[in-house]
């Protein structure tokens, strides 16, 4: 069973959004997943959306195997809970989309040069400032439970990992950042992308975030388990494939996991 260290700082409501921030947990998606209690309080409806930040996580992870680096109360590290149950579980992919867009478009009225590297991490020119991940729950073929995983840099100004290219926005603007103002502008923005998705804009979230893609022009180096190659970017699919072409002309489709950006 998963261990919840956490202790309770602070609980509003505001529009049908609960936000419950934390001292430190083993991970807010877990806690999440786990140890969240969504149960409405007497005469109140239950929140459309649950947000859980915490100050410090003690099993902090990425994709995969990788883990998180933040020193306690810098950065931001939140997990959003929400039911989009009108989202086709093909095309569960535009949620990974809708959240990218909404921390990319709130990072780009703060500073330039911020892009989105497939599937969703967040960069600013050739640097790592957040990492998405996204847990979803299915039940009789729908998204019963979706939850987001944000960690994003925001005040840390040394990186002790061996993550080859991190960056904070202090580090890019010169002076530290309000992060609740800045969680609350995000989720805000993501909630309005999930309302269009409500109303069928799908074709709209789409367009926008194949047009903030990192490299999105151009030729690059990549790596897949046989060869590095150069190639552009395409398409990225409605279920999430990355569709490049590379020097040759040939077309070549690539899940997650299976194609490694060079950076260099």
Known sequence: MHLIRSFFKKRKIDSGIRYIDLDETDSTNSYCRD?????????????????????????????GTNS??????????????????????????IISECIALAIKEVLSE??????????????????????????????????????????LNVNQHTFNSDAPNPVSLAQ????????????????K????????????EYGNVAGSYANSLYRSHGFHKYKDAEEEFEAAIIEV??????????????IRSYAFKEIEFIIS
């Open 35 to 63: 140890g969240l209690n969504v149960n409405p309080e007497k005469g109140m409806a239950a929140p459309r959306m649950v947000v859980v930040s915490t100050d410090f996580q003690l099993a902090g992870r990425g994709q």
């Open 68 to 93: 998180w680096e933040s020193e306690r109360g810098q950065n931001l590290l939140f997990s959003i809970l929400c039911h989009p149950v009108w989202v086709p579980i093909v095309t569960q992919f």
């Open 110 to 151: 703060m500073t330039s040069d911020i892009t989105i590297k497939w599937p969703n991490d967040i960069y600013w020119k050739d640097a790592k400032i957040c990492g998405i991940l996204i847990e979803n729950k299915l039940s009789h073929g729908q998204i019963k439970d979706c939850i987001i995983g944000v960690g």
């Open 172 to 187: 890019i603007l010169g002076h530290e950042v309000d992060r609740q103002t800045l969680l609350e502008e995000i989720v």
């Open 189 to 200: 923005r993501f909630d309005l992308y999930l309302y269009d998705l409500k109303n069928g």
């Open 237 to 250: 699919e409605d279920d999430g494939h990355l569709i490049l072409r590379d020097r040759e002309g040939c």
